[in-house]
């Protein structure tokens, strides 16, 4: 990887690249780390709608795109960020994004239908996992099956995500501790 670009690496756009904007603590994740990411949500990416929160470089987003994810939205609380995201996205020429600006998660616009994907990846030093988890659970954005990307600097445990979500896999790979969880609802409820 080049500095200041990250590539896409599998499905239709795979070897191109995107650039990452220089902002203090944007940090793509690796690789390493988006392969076995993807390898976990592979029964599940196709025709999935997508959500990047914390978007930086957008590489989360658009390798869900690459692998025919159906619809994606990307959100950064930078304009710089989201500036380049919409001209990244203008050179792919991709129609099923949405990008915006927001504080996450209080300016968060509720979707028209729910996620079954969230990649939640937010600046370590935020603090803002865990109330993010809380936020979209509590609020109808995710899916009565949805699973969700949580990248972190230290493990994360289930007890500290909402009650009915469960951690699927677990790894750390340096200083990223990342995992994937489903969040899985009774049949009686409506989201």
């Known amino acids: 990887m080049k500095p200041g670009f990250v590539r896409i690496i599998a499905g239709k756009w795979r070897g191109r690249r995107l650039k990452v904007p220089d902002i203090k603590d944007l940090r793509p994740t690796p690789d390493r780390i988006r392969e076995t990411l993807f390898n976990w949500l592979a029964p599940h990416i196709v025709a999935a709608r997508c959500l990047d929160l914390f978007a930086g470089s957008g590489v989360l987003g658009f390798e869900a795109l690459s692998r025919e994810a159906s619809y994606v939205e990307m959100v950064d609380q930078s304009s710089a960020v ?110």
């Not at 979707?111 to 988890?133: E, G, H, T």
């Not at 995710?142 to 979500?165: F, G, H, M, R, V």
Request: proline fraction near 6%; aromatic fraction near 10%.
């Open 82 to 191: 989201i500036s380049l995201l919409k001209e990244e996205l203008m050179t792919f020429g991709a129609e099923n994004v949405r990008i915006y600006r927001a504080t996450v998660p209080n300016q968060l616009q509720k979707p028209d239908r729910p996620f079954d994907i969230v990649f939640l990846d937010p600046p370590y030093q935020s603090n803002l996992l865990i109330s993010c988890c809380q936020f979209l659970e509590a609020n109808g954005f995710l899916a009565k099956t949805a699973y969700i990307y949580l990248e972190a600097q230290e493990p994360i445990e289930d007890n500290d995500l909402p009650s009915n979500w469960q951690l699927l896999k677990k790894e750390k790979a340096g200083q990223v501790a990342y995992h994937l969880a489903k969040r899985v609802t009774t049949n009686d409820e409506s989201t």
